[in-house]
């Protein structure tokens, strides 16, 4: 069975960030992700993950501005030199919460240029970080209309292309069900060159219950494809968070 992490910028957010990783542990989860953690002390985000013994799983970067930024720009022309100003910002962060994976977001942009500047930014970075995991990841175009990386072929291209150790595929089943139709059948395709997995529920990006994607039936793939990385739960929930965990395996829901 694979380990569990709890997305702390969606889960028990009827609490205060630094007080949801104890939840989150008390819940049965073993690791967390925060999408953009910047705007709290890298210390104090430490202590808590420490104190509740949880490993920091995934953060996002670029950018720092959550609230109303955009979701990144890696692959956007003439912002290569911000790219690098928040990619550095995000290795203190990462190294200081000794998170095991950054994501790199591609932001909004399409055609040559955008997959050019995409490349050359992911190449600088994992040269510039080749001690840390790199993972990218393809968004719906429903729900993201206009990213860039909207196609689960594309980012592995993209991954072979570039050819380093430290690029990853992070495969969201929720965006994979909506982009392909079948998460399972991308699982299988892509399971490879996966470093990070993310979960939802279809439709409504709701607890990873009943739906369109049976989830029991991909915890068990995932343990017959040999993956061994961290599954976080990324999902809105319905109601109190502790509430909807009973898809939660061994957790306290």
Known sequence: MPRFAANLTMLFTEMPMLDRFAAAADAGFQGVEILFPYDIPARDLSRAAVAAGLDFVLMNTPPPNWAGGPRGFAAEPGLEERFRSDFDRALRFAGALRTRHIH??????????????????????????????????????????????????????????????????????????????????????????????????????????????????????????????????????????????GWLPGGSG
């Open 104 to 245: 790199v977001m591609a932001g909004y942009a399409q055609g040559s240029e955008a997959r050019a500047t995409f490349v050359a930014n992911l190449s600088w970075a994992a040269a510039r970080a080749p001690h840390v995991s790199l993972t990218i990841e393809p968004l719906n175009p429903a729900d993201q209309p206009g990213y860039f990386l909207d196609d689960f072929d594309l980012a592995a291209d993209l991954i072979a292309q570039i050819g380093v150790p430290n690029i990853g595929l992070q495969f969201d089943a929720y965006h994979a069900h909506l982009i392909t139709g079948d998460a399972m059948a991308a699982w299988r395709r892509h399971a490879g060159i996966t470093r990070h997995v993310q979960i939802a529920g279809v439709p409504g990006r709701h607890e990873p219950a009943g739906g369109m994607i049976d989830y029991p039936a991909f915890f068990a793939a995932l343990d017959q494809s040999g993956y061994r990385g961290w599954v976080s739960a990324e999902y809105n929930p319905l109601g109190l968070t502790a509430q909807g965990l």
